[in-house]
Structure formats: C-alpha cells, structure tokens
C-alpha cells in the first residue's frame, strides 16, 4: 500500500519539471511584445568565457516594443551586439555607445502562425514527456503487483495515475492554447 502512495506521489512531482519546461519554452516564443526573457539564449563571450548576457549587462523593456541593453562594461558593448546578431533571432541590435537599443518588430500573419506552429510542436513535445512517465509508473505498478500488490489496488493505483496525468495535459492544452490567442492576438 506504502509503495503504491510513493509511485503515485512521485508521479505528481515528476510532472512539474515538464510543465516548468514548457513555461519556459512558451515564453521565449515572441508574441509582438518585448520581453528580456527573448535574450535568455544569448552568450556572450566575456574575457574567452561564454557567458549568458543577464551576466554582463541589464536587459530591460522600456515600452512594449523595445528592448534595451545596458553592459555594466563598456567594453562589452560590441561583443554583446555581435552575440545579439549571432544568436539568430530575427532582431537587430542599435548601438549608441552606452547601450543597445532593439526595437521588436510587429509580427506578419506568416510569422504568427509560424510561432503558433512552434506553440503547437512544444505542447506535443511534453505531452510526450508526460505520457513517458505515465508508462514508468504503470511499469512501477506492474513491478509492485508482481511482487504482491493486489491487483484491485494496482488498478485504483493506475486510475489515480490518469487523472494525474489527465491534469497535467490539460494544464498544457491550456498555456498552449493562451499563448497562441496571445500571439494571434493583433
């Protein structure tokens, strides 16, 4: 009986990793609104160490379409305009000399659904994930059942385990669904 709490107990906690993951995935897809979270993928390289950009300078957002850059170097400033070029992110970086100003461009109907396609593949993806420890906890539950378990309690056991993993892809459907009204959203 223990061992059937702790599989379903460690089942409830193995779904927030791919829930956190997907938060994090869905919020470096742009809506058309600036946001430093965009700049998180950038590295720059700092004295030959690729450091994350949040390491060497301010990021913030003035207004909704404009991020800012401010290095807490000055000399850091055309390195981290280069690794802003380099990461590939569609955004152009406007150097003044003390800061890096990038303005956000306003999202096509192409681009859009392009992002939505990308909401659409990370939703899938850990809803994937999820399913994965779906299975290791009815193998987990075989095990138990092998070794004693009654099988009516087994069962009980994978019933709780779908309303968990129930849960959790509905969570998903949900953020999936409000990031793409976000990004659609004009």
């Known amino acids: 009986m223990e ?93 003044d000399g ?17 992002i939505c396609k990308q909401v659409r593949a990370e939703a899938e993806n850990t809803k994937v994930v999820i399913r994965n420890i779906r299975r290791d906890a009815n193998e987990m539950l075989k095990k138990l059942q092998k070794d004693g378990l009654a099988e009516d309690m087994a069962k009980d056991g994978e019933t709780k385990i779908q309303k968990i993993i129930d849960a959790a892809i509905a969570k998903v459907d949900e953020k999936a669904a409000a990031k793409e009204a976000d990004v659609m959203k004009i």
């Not at 450091?51 to 000399?75: F, G, H, I, M, S």
């Not at 890096?100 to 096509?108: D, M």
């Open 3 to 95: 061992e059937l709490e702790l599989v379903i107990e460690d089942t409830k906690e193995r779904m927030t990793a791919p829930l956190q993951r997907l938060e994090t995935e869905l919020s470096k897809l742009r809506a058309g609104k600036a946001s430093p979270v965009m700049l998180d993928s950038v590295k720059v390289d700092y004295y030959g160490t690729m450091t994350p950009l949040n390491q060497v300078a301010n990021v913030n957002t003035p207004d909704a379409r404009t991020l800012v850059v401010q290095p807490w170097e000055k000399k850091m400033i055309d390195p981290i305009e280069k690794a802003i070029m380099a990461a590939n992110l569609g955004l152009t970086p406007i150097n």
């Open 98 to 114: 003390s800061l890096i100003r990038i303005s956000i461009p306003v999202l096509t109907e192409e681009r859009r659904k392009d």
